[in-house]
């Protein structure tokens, strides 16, 4: 259940300077087979398709439209992530990431995706 091994090499994304917050290189896209495995490293979701994203992390809490993009958000008891999603070639693609909690205070978005990727209702797909 691995990502096939002739899957291009992703390119580097660039990270934010607060911990919170990670970007994409504009244009650049990643192909991570559908049965990819997340570790939490905020980079690893930017580039990744809406379907990829509901089979790692489950449904999300809710949907924000923000023309262009769409708003996917997650949360666990601690902290909330928000993932941006952009049109690209016909599919919504990561394009950004960030986490705070609860109490809008930025958090250490790595720590974030980790608690996420833990839930049970995670990778369910």
């Known amino acids: 259940m691995g990502a096939p091994t002739g899957a291009p090499a992703a390119k580097p994304s660039l990270l934010a300077a607060t911990p919170a917050v990670a970007h994409g290189v504009e244009g650049a896209a990643t192909t991570i087979a559908p049965a990819a495995h997340l570790t939490g490293d ?10 990829v994203v509901r089979r790692a992390l489950g449904d999300p809490q809710h949907i924000r439209n923000e023309m262009p993009a769409q708003v996917w958000q997650y949360a666990t008891g601690d902290c909330i992530v928000d993932l ?37 209702t995670a990778s369910a797909g």
């Open 42 to 51: 905020p980079k690893e979701l930017v580039g990744l398709d809406h379907t």
């Open 84 to 120: 941006y999603l952009y049109d690209q070639d016909g599919a919504w693609t990561v394009t950004y990431v960030e986490a705070r909690s609860h109490t809008a205070e930025q958090e250490p978005t790595a720590r974030c995706l980790k608690s996420l990727l833990e839930r049970p």
